[in-house]
């Protein structure tokens, strides 16, 4: 082994779900939107004088933190912004998680959070979940460096409730808490009230699935003035110029046009709810899902194999196999009303075979 082996920085990276390239594939893997961005993203877009793509973008990224502070009536400095909240996570690991305690998650979540400690050698320990895949707020009512987790949670869409939400916050003043919010618009109740009354609390948000822009990177987190201060302190410290000047024209209009959002939303939902009802039928089995997204197994037959199954029909959902609690179980992302019938469809064949 060379000598400089030793002072790499290894890590085990955040493996993404696939994105095939293929043009008939129902795609039902990575929590994508099935419903195109708001129509005036399209317009906005085109409208971007490309002669300004000779400076560099606005640092402070103003339109879009307006166009967000506006949206969830907060201050302007209390939006911090990024390239997909995974920077925004990112950022506030680097921030706000530097204490010797670990940091506590849930054991089956995000499979970012415990890649970003590692990366930035922060100490961590992951919470079991219950039985149900719920987690118990008790559990977080111990010394720690700080408390992240996601509601909904991911992969499992179990949602917690607001008053559970500031159980947790009220057990852990000393240090930061981070709600990932990432599908809270599916059915939640946001935490972002209680940032006015909790000066440790930040929650996060994305644009990529209720706002149908995963493909542009737009994340954002809100809090109260301080704390995003030491963000924007950190994050310009790293790169100041991470969001470019055609994403920072999509986002904005893309915020702006609250109808369109709520109408993709609820389609979704209802999609959602009668995918429940259908695969209910076929024997599955799974939880309350508040997500775009539901997780589920069935007791005959194995993940594995349905996973490679529907693959060959060129249906793609994600299969985790670590842990081995999970991977009997699909994460299905809810797409448009045909597609999930084309996947209910054939796993009516192939159930019933
Ligand atoms: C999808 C997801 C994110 C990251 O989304 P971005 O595309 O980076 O905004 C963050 N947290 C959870 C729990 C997610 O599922």
Known sequence: MKNWENNIRKVVPYVPGEQPKKEHMIKLNTNENPYPPAPGVAKAVADVDIDRLRLYPDPVVADLVQGIADFYKVENNQVFVGVGSDDVLAMIFMTFFNAKEPILFPDITYSFYDVWAEMFRIPYERIPLDDE???????????????????????????????????????????????????????????????????????????????????SRIGFAISNPVLIKYLNDVKYSFNSYTMDTITIAAGTAAIKDRAYFEMTRDKIIKTREWTKQELKKLGFVFGDSRSNFIFARHPQVSGEALFEALKEKDIYVRHFSNPARINEYLRISIGTDEQMQEFIDFLKAYINQ
């Open 133 to 215: 895949f719920k987690i118990r707020t008790e559990d977080y009512k111990k010394a720690n460096g700080g408390v992240i987790f996601p509601n909904p949670n991911a992969p499992t869409g179990e949602l917690m409730t607001l008053e559970q939400i500031e159980q947790i916050i009220q057990a852990n003043p000393d240090v930061i808490v981070v709600v990932d919010e990432a599908y809270i618009d599916f059915g939640g109740e946001s935490a972002l009230p209680l940032i006015d009354k909790y000066d440790n609390l930040i929650v996060v948000q994305t644009f990529s699935k209720s706002r149908s822009m995963a493909g």
